[in-house]
């Protein structure tokens, strides 16, 4: 079965795959940039401008093992990007 004509939840079960390829694969790295600015979208939705509180990020697919802080790290130092 297409990967399409599953469920959108079912794509979870394939950010292993993805987040073990980043780095070597620009798929990968293209997929791990655009979640990332999917990350930052949702938090500017919910800080307003300013805010100097921490945002802390935690869940399964966050440990230091992966490259997301530094995808996410990408993604806030963009121009026009930052939340504040």
């Known amino acids: ?7 959108p939840v079912a794509l979870s079960a394939l950010a292993p795959l ?8 620009p798929e990968a790295d293209r997929i791990l940039a655009e979640a990332a600015d ?3 979208a949702h938090a500017r939705a919910v800080r307003a401008a300013g805010d100097p509180t921490p945002i802390v990020l ?3 697919l966050l440990p230091p093992t992966h490259r997301w802080p530094g995808w996410s790290g990408r993604a806030w130092r963009r121009p026009g990007r ?3």
């Open 1 to 7: 079965m297409a990967v399409h004509a599953k469920p």
């Open 18 to 25: 993805v987040t073990a390829h980043a780095g070597t694969d």
């Open 38 to 40: 999917h990350l930052l």
């Open 58 to 60: 935690a869940g399964s």
């Open 82 to 84: 930052t939340p504040s």
